[in-house]
T-cell receptor, first 116, second 111 residues
Framework: DPKIIQKPKYLVAVTGSEKILICEQY?????MYWYRQSAKKPLEFMFS???????DNQTASSRFQPQSSKKNHLDLQITALKPDDSATYFC???????????????FGEGSRLIVV | GDSVTQTEGLVTLTEGLPVMLNCTYQ??????LFWYVQHLNEAPKLLLK?????KRPEHQGFHATLHKSSSSFHLQKSSAQLSDSALYYC??????????FGLGTRVSVFP
């Protein structure tokens, strides 16, 4: 059984619309992340959360907003969608956030978004 | 800032031949280094990781030695299999970001 659940698996959206990508992890981890993968920039870091608090944000656009209602949830809201937002969005989690802790990142299966 | 460099974008080879994927990194601190593998339409998964200088972790026939003196963590396998065809990412740990990934190396193994 997958321990990190992402919904939906596939999504087609119209330019200008708004979508929410869902992520739940059942690994008991305290840190969660969003990464984006496209042909132009494979596995690009977007956000990290630790104990439901934002740790880092490397996404330039405010159109991307993470939302954490529970410790094991980290959803991603995307507004005013553009064709360039087309990518696979991976949610990930790790036990803790830390540079020298060697925490392994576990990834969900991704949400593939196509904006037309 | 921290970065990871993978020099090969695509590696094609015949089954049974050895494979080596290059990885070098730049970091302010002494990070953990990781190799992740991503098969087609699947999530990236950990292949192996290391923090200790000159130690050689192994998994599924792959091994990599962390050399802090040269900031390298090259991935090797002595005999490639068809099932090794995948996208391979080298990554280093970065505070608060989890990992920073290289651009990836696509490996295609042919019979």
């Amino acid at each position: 059984d997958p321990k990190i659940i992402q919904k939906p698996k596939y999504l087609v959206a119209v330019t200008g619309s708004e979508k929410i990508l869902i992520c739940e992890q059942y690994l008991g981890h305290n840190a969660m992340y969003w990464y984006r993968q496209s042909a132009k920039k494979p596995l690009e870091f977007m956000f990290s959360y630790s104990y439901q608090k934002l740790m880092d944000n490397q996404t330039a656009s405010s159109r991307f907003q993470p939302q954490s209602s529970k410790k094991n949830h980290l959803d991603l809201q995307i507004t005013a969608l553009k064709p360039d937002d087309s990518a696979t969005y991976f949610c990930a989690s790790s036990q803790e956030v830390g540079q020298t802790s060697g925490n392994t990142l576990y990834f969900g299966e991704g949400s593939r978004l196509i904006v037309v | 800032g921290d970065s990871v460099t993978q020099t090969e974008g695509l590696v094609t080879l015949t089954e049974g031949l050895p494979v080596m994927l290059n990885c070098t990194y730049q970091s302010t601190y002494s990070p953990f280094l990781f190799w992740y593998v991503q098969h087609l339409n699947e999530a990236p998964k950990l292949l192996l990781k290391s923090f200790t200088d000159n130690k050689r972790p192994e998994h599924q026939g792959f091994h990599a030695t962390l050399h802090k003196s040269s900031s390298s963590f090259h991935l090797q396998k002595s005999s490639a299999q068809l099932s090794d065809s995948a996208l391979y990412y080298c990554a280093s740990s970065v505070y608060a970001q989890g990992l920073t990934f290289g651009l990836g190396t696509r490996v295609s193994v042919f019979p």
